[in-house]
Nanobody, 123 residues
Framework: QVQLVETGGGLVQAGGSLRLSCTAS????????MGWFRQAPEKEREFVAA???????SYADSVKGRFTISRDNAKQMVYLQMSSLKPEDTAVYYC?????????????????WGQGTQVTVSS
């Protein structure tokens, strides 16, 4: 059974930092693109960041320069380091992986999704 499990969410003040982790299991993910989406209350789910198995990255404009995605293929983990957090970053953050392409993942049609972890940024 494929599972993506996110950890690291919590409450932080504006300007602070958090690091999210996602552990993948149930199948090999070393060659799969992985990434993060988020969904704020009463808003649609939106793309945050993605990383290919070779380490190529892509970010939403709203987080460029503040968030960094990375991965450890040996551990089948992906990370999201979030800095200079803003109240508008408050959302449930979801880890996502796709069997094939970064494009599919970034479009929101990734094959595997985690349950999400809450990030709350207070002003």
């Amino acid at each position: 059974q494929v599972q993506l499990v996110e950890t690291g969410g919590g409450l932080v003040q504006a300007g602070g930092s958090l690091r999210l982790s996602c552990t993948a299991s149930g199948r090999p993910f070393s060659y799969s693109p992985m990434g993060w989406f988020r969904q704020a209350p009463e808003k649609e789910r939106e793309f945050v960041a993605a990383i290919s198995w070779r380490g190529m990255t892509s970010y939403a404009d709203s987080v460029k320069g503040r968030f960094t995605i990375s991965r450890d293929n040996a551990k089948q983990m992906v990370y999201l380091q979030m800095s200079s957090l803003k109240p508008e970053d408050t959302a449930v953050y979801y880890c996502v992986a796709d069997k094939d392409t970064m494009k599919d993942l970034m479009s929101g049609t990734g094959d595997y999704w985690g349950q999400g972890t809450q990030v709350t940024v207070s002003s």
